[in-house]
């Protein structure tokens, strides 16, 4: 358990619609990392926030967008979805301190749009 | 900026064998290197990491992977395969506190009896 929490674990959405993804970082981490991973793609990079503030921003779609609430949880919302959109979705944080943070993920929401 | 490049996306190996995932780097600053394991339907989970302290890097499950600045590579290897060992490995590079942090395509290493 890496203690990187995601909600929810499956999803299934039609075309059009729009979900939020949910990820509570590790009890102390202030940096959340927001991935895609599919087959065709891989793991993409999509967005970093720290301390609620964007840090990177990757291959984000404008139909994404993405969050930090002062209580350190994320979200990432996902609008107009198509099915291209079906993908693993993770959430990883890491902490600021220490040199070469590792980023511990979490087990990811799947999504399916149909 | 950051690259990752693993050669070979599919990697076999019988059981018993010596496992060797290639992983070179890009990197304009000093980099932070690691390996992450993917198990079916499961996260990332941390294999092992370099931080500059040892060339060679032990991990868990019995892998290691030896930094080569003159090669830019920090391939990943175990001296005996088990098919517990069966899974998608990335390796990923980043700078200080993990901004850039990028992964390479991932190898997909199947172990076979």
């Known amino acids: 358990d890496s203690g990187v929490t995601q909600t929810p674990k499956h999803l299934i959405t039609a075309t059009g619609q729009r979900v939020t993804l949910r990820c509570s970082p590790r009890s102390g981490d202030l940096s959340v990392y927001w991935y895609q991973q599919s087959l065709d793609q891989g793991l993409q990079f999509l967005i970093q926030?720290?301390?609620?503030?964007?840090?990177a921003k990757g291959n984000i779609l404008e139909r994404f967008s993405a969050q930090q609430f002062p209580d350190l949880h994320s979200e990432l919302n996902l609008s107009s979805l198509e099915l291209g959109d079906s993908a693993l979705y993770f959430c990883?944080?890491?902490?600021?301190?220490?040199?070469?943070?590792?980023?511990?993920f979490g087990e990811g929401s799947w999504l399916t749009v149909v | 900026a950051q690259s990752v490049t693993q050669l070979g996306s599919h990697v076999s190996v019988s059981e018993g064998a010596l496992v060797l995932l290639r992983c070179n780097y890009s990197?304009?600053?000093?980099?932070?290197l690691f390996w992450y394991v993917q198990y079916p339907n499961q996260g990332l989970q941390l294999l092992l990491k370099?931080?500059?302290?040892?060339?060679l890097v032990k991990g868990i499950n019995g892998f290691e992977a030896e930094f080569k600045k003159s090669e830019t590579s920090f391939h990943l290897t175990k001296p005996s395969a088990h098919m517990s060992d069966a899974a998608e490995y990335f390796c990923a590079v980043s700078g200080t506190y993990g901004q850039n942090f990028v992964f390479g395509p991932g190898t997909r290493l199947s172990v076979l009896p």
């Open positions: 926030y720290y301390n609620g503030e964007e840090r």
């Open positions: 370099y931080t500059s302290a040892a060339t």
């Open positions: 990883a944080s890491s902490s600021r301190t220490g040199s070469g943070n590792t980023i511990y």
């Open positions: 990197s304009s600053v000093p980099p932070y």
